[in-house]
């Protein structure tokens, strides 16, 4: 299954001239989990690998519930970042002739308290080497590394071989007096005490940490500072592929901090993805939709959806929501894969899987005046054979009992200022994905001298890729000529182009603008 739309997956033209299509469905999550990495970036490609990393537990955290209706909905690829709140990591002693051995935990959070260590001689093989074995009773991991090295020299060193594929656990310190020692043999007897966890002592257990703020997602100037660790949202500026982001409640019942928001739209704004936004909490019905709508960003890089689906709430009975923006991730995934990043979602098509009702009904006037303000509302359909139409006026196809479909995508872009093309989601994810497509693919410019030759290198390879886009599609005209036009410059005085394609998104002809500039050597 490709990431970007099929019209890349087989370019007409080969070589380094060759502009591919980047990938517009990996969408990132961040937010807390019950376990793995944190402060990085994880890709995952379904449940059951999140829950192998991240944890399931017994109270899913938003983050997990928010990958499962991701993929539910037909997403493929999400980056996983867990970020935590004064969290710790369980460290472990191995005791030794000299001293100790210490092992932490790959992650913060009471999970690693129960891992179970076992360490034994190599003594048919080397003298130097030993077997350590890692069981996690919580996830079912079980990892053997064989004739493991203290020699921190060897490729065998048990700190390099627990970096490079561990999921467990890493080497902390080496706290020996002499030369570093074997840690003592272990017998692994059944029924120990597992406070000694078989030869292992907790030296500091794991704990989880306080509820998120603002500073766990990291901060503006967490971009600017080179030298300062990158945390939460700022990490995934490392990630090109990014093309959507969905930030879960640090909670169930509180909303995500503006401050947070508004430095994930900055990120979006950067990376050409699309931030989705869940409804705030006093979002109860239209007049308080419209009401509180000027809290959050009106930006071309963002969404927003209403109302939140609701679902029972299992022994107290009461009924309960969840926000429906991760579903809608993985509904726009699943569109690029099969119709195209161009084909714009929502209507009687767009169905979400897996959730449940709109937790509030709204009605014709209603959804007019919301989409009207770039609210994309949730409808759920009328039963089998009841009559209904689609946005268009035009009648829909029947349905079963129970479809909850997105009514409506657009972007929260408002003002006089704002080009037709970003309050479309469709039309400004194509536009940006173009934008990305061309920046990356073009980078060989910049180390070929200025002039006619590299102008007309460009001006071929950007009119095969975006003739590739037109012959699925994603342009309109009868022609190419109607469909997109490429002027290649350059820049100014100094080294370097400015590429200006128009593109044909809706009317032929009617041209939305797309203008980078790149880099370049000086003209022979």
């Known amino acids: 299954m490709t990431d970007s739309p099929r019209v890349d997956s087989q370019p007409a033209c080969e070589g380094e001239h060759a502009v591919l299509g980047v990938p517009t469905a990996v969408a990132g999550f961040v937010g807390h989990t019950e376990r793995g990495p944190v402060d990085e970036p994880i890709e995952v490609t379904g449940l059951q690998e999140f829950d192998s990393v991240f944890g399931g537990g017994q109270a899913p955290s938003p983050v997990r519930t928010a990958?499962?209706?991701?993929?539910?909905?037909?997403?493929?690829?999400?980056l996983i970042v867990r970020v935590h709140s004064g969290a710790r990591s369980a460290v472990f002693?191995?005791?030794?002739?000299?001293?100790?051995?210490?092992?932490?935990?790959?992650?913060?959070?009471?999970?690693?308290?129960?891992?179970?260590?076992?360490?034994?001689?190599?003594?048919?093989?080397?003298?130097?080497?030993?077997?350590?074995?890692?069981?996690?009773?919580?996830?079912?991991?079980?990892?053997?590394?064989?004739?493991?090295?203290?020699?921190?020299?060897?490729?065998?060193?048990?700190?390099?071989?627990?970096?490079?594929?561990?999921?467990?656990?890493?080497?902390?310190?080496?706290?020996?007096?002499?030369?570093?020692?074997l840690p003592e043999p272990v017998v692994f007897a059944a029924g120990q005490d597992v406070g000694a966890l078989h030869g292992c002592d907790l030296v500091q257990r794991g704990e989880e940490g306080g509820a998120l703020d603002a500073s766990a997602f990291g901060a503006a100037g967490a971009c600017a500072e080179p030298d300062t660790p990158r945390r939460g949202l700022a990490v995934l500026d490392a990630a090109p592929d990014l093309g959507l982001l969905y930030v879960p409640p640090p909670a169930p019942g509180v909303d995500v901090d503006e401050s947070v928001l508004r430095f994930a739209l900055e990120l979006c704004a950067r990376q050409g993805a699309m931030l989705l936004l869940d409804p705030p909490r006093t979002w109860v019905d239209a007049a308080s939709v419209l009401a509180g709508l000027s809290a959050l960003p009106r930006a071309a890089d963002a969404a927003v959806f209403f109302p939140p689906l609701g679902e029972p709430g299992g022994e107290s009975g009461k009924r309960t929501t969840r926000g429906p923006a991760a579903a809608v991730a993985g509904l726009?995934?699943?569109?690029?894969?099969?119709?195209?990043?161009?084909?714009?979602?929502?209507?009687?098509?767009?169905?979400?899987?897996?959730?449940?009702?709109?937790?509030?009904?709204?009605?014709?006037?209603?959804?007019?005046?919301?989409?009207?303000?770039?609210?994309?509302?949730?409808?759920?359909?009328?039963?089998?054979?009841?009559?209904?139409?689609?946005?268009?006026?035009?009648?829909a196809a029947p349905s079963t009992a129970g479809d909850t479909v997105l009514w409506g995508a657009r972007t929260l872009a408002?003002?006089?200022?704002?080009?037709?093309?970003?309050?479309?989601?469709a039309w400004r994810r194509v536009r940006r994905w173009v934008e990305r497509s061309l920046q990356r693919g073009l980078t060989w410019t910049a180390g070929r001298?200025?002039?006619?030759?590299?102008?007309?290198?460009?001006?071929?390879?950007?009119?095969?890729?975006?003739?590739?886009?037109?012959?699925?599609?994603?342009?309109?005209?009868?022609?190419?000529?109607?469909?997109?036009?490429?002027?290649?410059?350059?820049?100014?005085?100094?080294?370097?182009?400015?590429?200006?394609?128009?593109?044909?998104?809706?009317?032929?002809?009617?041209?939305?603008?797309?203008?980078?500039?790149?880099?370049?050597?000086?003209?022979?």
């Open 93 to 181: 002693s191995l005791p030794t002739v000299g001293g100790a051995w210490r092992l932490r935990a790959i992650g913060p959070g009471a999970w690693a308290n129960g891992l179970v260590i076992r360490v034994d001689e190599d003594s048919y093989r080397r003298p130097d080497r030993f077997h350590l074995r890692v069981r996690d009773p919580g996830s079912g991991l079980d990892e053997q590394y064989l004739e493991v090295s203290i020699d921190e020299g060897s490729p065998w060193f048990v700190g390099h071989v627990l970096s490079m594929r561990s999921r467990l656990l890493r080497l902390d310190v080496l706290s020996v007096s002499g030369p570093p020692s």
């Open 332 to 395: 726009l995934a699943r569109g690029d894969e099969l119709a195209g990043i161009w084909t714009p979602p929502g209507g009687a098509n767009a169905t979400l899987r897996g959730t449940g009702r709109p937790a509030c009904e709204l009605q014709a006037a209603e959804l007019q005046q919301l989409t009207a303000a770039g609210v994309n509302c949730l409808r759920a359909l009328p039963p089998l054979g009841a009559q209904r139409t689609a946005p268009d006026g035009e009648p």
């Open 449 to 524: 001298p200025g002039g006619r030759p590299l102008h007309d290198a460009v001006e071929h390879a950007t009119r095969e890729f975006l003739a590739r886009l037109w012959k699925r599609g994603g342009l309109a005209g009868e022609n190419e000529t109607e469909a997109f036009r490429v002027c290649c410059a350059a820049a100014g005085p100094g080294p370097g182009l400015t590429l200006v394609v128009g593109l044909a998104l809706v009317d032929p002809s009617a041209f939305v603008d797309v203008t980078l500039t790149l880099r370049c050597a000086p003209p022979d």
């Open 67 to 78: 990958a499962a209706d991701f993929f539910a909905n037909g997403g493929s690829r999400a």
């Open 414 to 425: 408002d003002g006089d200022d704002v080009e037709w093309v970003d309050r479309s989601i």
